[in-house]
């Protein structure tokens, strides 16, 4: 059954590759004996690939978005493709990945690092006055927000209030840590 047939009668229906035939001769410097084979096309279907997830393409929306493309020809591009080609999605998921993950508004914790308190040799001079219950040479890990009674709002902190009167359940007996 020729290609064009098998387009015909939908046995295609798949993506598929085609891969040109080579030529069986070659041109001799003589007069040739055989005739010269037409160029033949093979098709070898492949598998389609999964839909692309609604959480995948906002990924890959939100990449996108990240970089600053905004040219909506190339939007459409980049997903289409990622639609028909499972490796093209796969690497636009990764380039998602590095996209910085929001912090949520609500959250009203610090880090040690936007206290006042914080001097640059990493001490926490509230502890070190004694007005809140650690080491006097405590030196916080500052790997996580957290609400402390000593916090001191520094200059880039819109919330001009001190710890004690934003988080007043921290200096209540029974209170809990606030993390």
Known sequence: MTLSNLIRKGGLAQVATATP???ATQEAPSAATVAQVA?????????PAAAMTCEE??????????????DADIIAEVLNQCRADAEARAYFLRRADEVPR????DDDRRHCAQCANLAPSGLCLAARRGEINASRTYRPVDHLPRRCEGYVPGADDPDRRP????W????MKGGNNGT
């Open 21 to 23: 035939a080579t030529l």
């Open 39 to 47: 160029t033949v096309a093979v098709a070898k279907p492949q598998p």
């Open 57 to 70: 393409e906002t990924a890959i929306r939100a990449w996108l978005a990240h970089i600053e493309e905004t």
């Open 102 to 105: 929001p912090v949520p508004d």
């Open 163 to 166: 710890g004690r009167e934003r």
């Open 168 to 171: 007043p359940s921290l200096t």
